[in-house]
């Protein structure tokens, strides 16, 4: 018989072996909390029984790198060591940390990145393959251990592809003055697999990139509100297959994750606005995918994979999921919603002209035949449309405005908040109001004119909260206006924050439909490919 597949079992007791998959529910019940189960390629069988080797000869003689489990001796130790504290539920990233501490255990040493500002390190196979990038948080930009120079407060990292939290322990990892220590520290760091790539996104000019690759980059910055997504966060990935980054060939990988998440909502930073990518409407299959997206089940996840996550973390992920599945039902494609997003973008229609200038920079000079020139000339897209997506309001100016407010724009402009004079400022009411220990909704006949309390919300008369928004106490209609910080959403009880997203879907909804974002969708000519 043949199997497909093979369970592959580590504990300390056990080592590495195969087992058919067959034998693996009786294994489960057999052995205890340390064990682990991969499932592993049989093609890979080989590979790993000669690493298994090496495994367990390290291990007759010191302690284990293999430990995946969570009970490790704190003891001068300088051997090198590894475990998961994130992300156990996936089978690949099991099998990623697995093979790093193969490599690790047969006394490969990291190697330091030069590029990027924190402390990143390639972690290779004995064969000299490329299987991860560690970036332990202490070396993170501005963080206590970085060893190039930004020092500072502490950081904490999030990442794609495949990527564990983990504990990692080994004399190639920079410490600050390190002669002074018997051992090496344990470090918390993100273990991510490695991308082959020659080239970040910064590196080439955009039109080589896949719209579907920009598409799954965009959509999944929207959903963690990605206050950094820079080009050279994008690594282009090697493909000797196609013709070497012909228009619209080349792949995509998302890295750093690290400003994913903020506890506050706060500014994104979006590269991918400027290309042209993203003013081509959504495919089918990605409205499918969006339509799909459970805000709550993933936060569901998030809390029970990444305890440490904050709750207002966790908000922001639902708040601008919510916020992606109704725009782009109502026919947004990602130009307008990251628009939406971006204080900067709505304060005038720069970014939107640069948009189209980027979209063209460089471009155009490559242009030979008459031919590539219509084509050309068909993707300056429809500048009045471009413009209209300026006009939207945006995310936080929606969250910030009171419902009379958030109404459709009968002059679909708006001006930053922080740039309003006095006398509109003062307009600005909140959209919750405190008052005495109520925190209450603030226009009068409208459904959503109740109370926290009315509406089981258990508004307890702490004084900080604002309708949960937690700001400074002396919180003012005023100063909220003047503002320019995120909001947090963390203090909200349970009650409050199913209110408030209530109203937030509602104002939502009025906005999307009465915007004329939708009409950013099926404005590029069929001529258009990628
Ligand atoms: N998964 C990966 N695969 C391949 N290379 C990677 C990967 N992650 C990071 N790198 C490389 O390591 C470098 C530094 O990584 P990263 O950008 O995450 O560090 P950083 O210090 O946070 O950078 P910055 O703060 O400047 O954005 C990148 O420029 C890239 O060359």
């Known amino acids: 018989m043949r199997f497909n597949k093979m369970a592959v079992v580590i504990d300390q007791n056990h080592g590495f072996k195969p087992f058919k998959r067959s034998q693996r529910c009786r294994l489960q019940s057999l052995t205890n909390f340390d064990v682990n189960i991969l499932d592993i390629d049989q093609t890979n069988l080989s590979?790993?029984?000669?690493?298994?080797?090496?495994v367990k000869f390290h291990r007759s003689f010191s302690s284990p790198c293999f430990s995946l489990a969570t009970r490790v001796e704190e003891e001068v130790d300088t051997t090198p060591r590894i475990e998961i504290?994130?992300?156990?539920?996936?089978?690949?990233?099991?099998?990623?940390?697995?093979?790093?501490?193969?490599?690790?255990?047969?006394?490969?040493?990291?190697?330091?990145?030069?590029?990027?500002?924190?402390g990143a390190y390639?972690?290779?196979?004995?064969?000299?393959?490329?299987?991860?990038?560690?970036?332990?948080?202490?070396?993170?930009?501005?963080?206590?251990?970085?060893?190039?120079?930004f020092r500072g407060a502490d950081a904490w990292p999030t990442c794609v592809p495949p990527t564990a939290l983990v504990r990692i322990s080994h004399v190639g990892f920079h410490v600050n003055g390190a002669e002074n220590i018997s051992a090496p520290p344990w470090k918390i760091a993100s273990l991510q697999r490695f991308v082959e790539h020659e080239f970040d996104a910064?590196?080439?000019?955009?039109?080589?990139f896949?719209?579907?690759?920009?598409?799954?980059?965009?959509?999944?910055?929207?959903r963690v509100l990605n206050l950094d997504r820079h080009a050279g966060n994008i690594l282009v990935i090697k493909n000797d297959q196609k013709e070497k980054y012909a228009a619209g060939?080349?792949?995509?990988?998302?890295?750093?994750?690290?400003?994913?998440?903020?506890?506050?909502?706060?500014?994104?930073?979006?590269?991918?606005?400027?290309?042209?990518?993203?003013?081509?409407?959504f495919s089918e299959s990605e409205l499918v995918y969006i339509s799909n997206l459970d805000p709550f089940k993933d936060a569901e996840l998030l809390r029970s994979e990444l305890s440490s996550l904050r709750e207002s973390s966790i908000r922001v992920l639902v708040l601008c999921t919510i916020f992606l599945k109704q725009a782009a039902a109502a026919g947004l494609c990602l130009a307008g919603i990251g628009k939406m997003m971006t204080r900067e973008s709505c304060s005038g229609e720069e970014n939107a002209k640069e948009a189209i200038v980027n979209a063209s920079d460089g471009e155009e000079d490559n242009i030979d035949s008459r031919e590539e020139k219509d084509e050309f000339e068909l993707f300056q897209f429809d500048k009045e449309t471009v413009h209209t997506s300026a006009d939207v309001m945006h995310l936080h100016q929606l969250l910030q405005s009171p419902p009379e407010i958030a109404k459709p724009p009968k002059i679909a402009k708006f001006s930053p908040v922080r740039s309003l004079p006095r006398s509109q400022d003062e307009e600005l009411s909140p959209l919750f109001e405190e008052t005495g220990h109520e925190v209450k909704t603030r226009n009068d006949g409208d459904e959503s004119n109740r109370t926290f309390k009315e509406n089981g919300g258990d508004s307890n008369g702490d004084d900080s909260k604002q309708g949960g928004l937690t700001r400074s106490k002396s919180y003012s209609v005023r100063n909220r206006a003047c503002e320019s910080e995120g909001i947090s959403f963390g203090d909200l009880s349970e009650g409050e924050?199913?209110?408030?997203?209530?109203?937030?879907?509602?104002?939502?909804?009025?906005?999307?439909?009465?915007?004329k974002c939708g009409s950013l969708k099926h404005r590029l000519g069929t001529s258009c490919q990628f």
Do not use: M, T
Request: glycine content about 8%; overall charge negative; hydrophobic content about 45%.
């Open 85 to 118: 504290l994130g992300g156990h539920g996936a089978p690949r990233v099991r099998a990623l940390v697995v093979e790093v501490a193969i490599a690790l255990a047969s006394g490969v040493d990291p190697i330091p990145v030069s590029s990027g500002l924190g």
């Open 249 to 281: 060939a080349a792949e995509l990988v998302p890295i750093d994750h690290g400003l994913c998440l903020p506890e506050w909502l706060d500014d994104p930073y979006f590269e991918w606005l400027h290309w042209p990518q993203a003013l081509v409407p």
């Open 122 to 149: 390639i972690l290779r196979s004995r064969n000299g393959n490329n299987i991860a990038l560690a970036k332990p948080v202490d070396e993170e930009p501005l963080a206590f251990n970085n060893p190039k120079g």
């Open 497 to 515: 924050w199913k209110l408030f997203l209530e109203c937030f879907e509602k104002l939502l909804l009025e906005v999307l439909e009465s915007s």
């Open 47 to 54: 590979s790993l029984k000669k690493a298994f080797e090496v």
């Open 202 to 208: 910064g590196e080439l000019g955009s039109s080589g």
């Open 210 to 222: 896949s719209v579907a690759s920009v598409h799954q980059i965009a959509i999944f910055d929207v």
